[in-house]
């Protein structure tokens, strides 16, 4: 098969153009992810290098080596660039720009300049420092499971080993000292791995941007917007992942006499109660435990393999630090929780229900939901600000 040099260079140039212009338009509708900006400039930029490269022999070399490389080193930077502002890391000028600019400081050097092999091992090493650096930084994420992530780092280091391997194989093979290439075979193999690396990479990006996009519509979609804790869709979710998984026990708190906190200092006391409360009973529940709002001033914690006494202490640890709650903008307000506490086992046959071979883990927690509201019930008829464990025969706890 034979590779038509002309024609791939103009192909790349095509491809890398489209490209770009479709990060741009994309990065024109999501401004936040200013990856997609670097990475359009990139595309655009590299464009422009192929075509300085593609006009060797018409234009003077110092524009089609000098400018040309420092154009695609360029490029190079502003891939890495993207894949910082991706992490959501600084992106500074000179770290983009220095490759291009050792490049054009090197050229400088007539020694540099007239040896072909000096020149394609330094441009040869910024290249693979630039996508090693891009590959680093996507694959030392900081949690974010994106599925495109781990490939996207994987074609960038293997792109900087490519770019690498050239440094041996100019110092190995014979190659002469002086000059440019000029063999369309070679011409027209590196512009069809540029086309495939520019390809793969610009896909593997906007699916790693759709990907960001999607989870942060799921996370908002399961977060309370006031308190920043799961909702009850969420928390419904998390308790039949609990409860398929064995025994758990229910907290189910209510803040008393939030009406009136509501009624005489007005919403905005109100919802620093909630937001409050949730902080404070964040800082003392235990790890692992699904915490949740279930709606107005009332909220939910599933504790996976937690006995009753374990889950009455937790219960209590909460309500104590909400009765330590002073509000900044009311400092003299109390505020006091109560809690009904409910365990998993026997929840059916705890309501009377006879718990057929078709019960789900869903069915297992509005069983739960509905005790424990029995036992928060209780409490509230006992006085409030206390906890009442949920079973034969409700109990306060001491």
Same mark, same amino acid.
């Given at each position: ?61 110092? $524009? ?14 502003? $891939? ?40 394609? @091992? ?19 994420? !900081? ?10 780092? @994987? ?11 050239? $440094? ?73 992942? $609990? ?38 009973? !964040? ?59 409910? !365990? ?22 509005? +069983? ?6 029995? +036992?928060?019930?209780? +409490? ?14 409700? !109990?306060?706890?001491?």
């Amino acid at each position: 098969m034979k590779l038509d040099a002309p024609t791939l260079v103009t192909v790349t140039i095509f491809v890398m153009v489209v490209m770009g212009g479709l990060y741009l338009l994309s990065w024109s509708q999501a401004r936040r992810t200013l990856a997609l900006g670097f990475l359009g400039a990139a595309q655009i930029v590299g464009a422009a290098a192929v075509v300085l490269f593609g006009l060797r022999g018409h234009i003077p070399d110092w $524009i089609s080596i000098g400018f040309a490389n420092a154009a695609m080193l360029l490029a190079f930077g502003l $891939i890495w660039a993207g894949a910082r502002s991706f992490e959501g890391r600084r992106v500074t000028g000179w770290q983009t720009g220095a490759g291009a600019a050792l490049w054009l400081a090197a050229c400088l050097v007539p020694p540099f300049y007239a040896s072909l092999g000096a020149r394609v @091992i330094l441009a040869s090493a910024v290249a693979g420092l630039y996508c090693a650096l891009a590959a680093r930084t996507l694959w030392h994420h !900081r949690g974010e499971r994106l599925p495109s992530r781990a490939p996207a780092a @994987i074609l960038l280091a293997s792109e900087g080993l490519m770019a690498w391997a050239r $440094i041996p194989a100019t110092l190995v093979l014979p190659a002469p000292l002086v000059g440019t290439p000029t063999d369309p075979f070679w011409v027209a193999v590196l512009c069809f791995i540029a086309l495939l690396y520019t390809v793969a990479v610009a896909v593997l990006f906007m699916a790693m941007a759709k990907e960001r996009l999607e989870a942060e519509q799921r996370h908002a979609a399961e977060t309370d917007p006031l308190t920043g804790i799961a909702n009850r869709r969420a928390l419904a979710g998390e308790a039949r992942r $609990i409860l398929a998984a064995g025994p758990a026990a229910l907290l189910l708190f209510d803040l008393d006499h939030f009406k009136r906190v509501n009624d005489t200092f007005g919403h905005a006391v109100g919802d620093a109660v909630l937001v409050g409360f949730c902080a404070a009973a !964040r800082q003392v529940l235990p790890v692992g435990a699904a915490f949740g709002r279930l709606g107005g001033e009332e909220f939910a914690c599933l504790l996976p393999g937690a006995g009753p006494g374990v889950a009455a202490s937790i219960a209590e640890t909460v309500r104590h630090a909400v009765a330590g709650m002073r509000p900044d903008i009311v400092p003299g307000l109390a505020v006091t929780v109560s809690v009904g506490v409910a !365990r998993s086992l026997g929840v059916a046959r705890s309501l009377g229900v006879a718990k057929s071979a078709g019960d789900t883990a869903s069915g297992d927690f509005e +069983a739960l939901l509905a005790l424990a509201d029995r +036992a928060l019930y209780e +409490a509230k008829a006992q006085g409030r600000d206390r906890v009442v464990v949920a079973g034969p025969g409700l !109990r306060q706890v001491a």
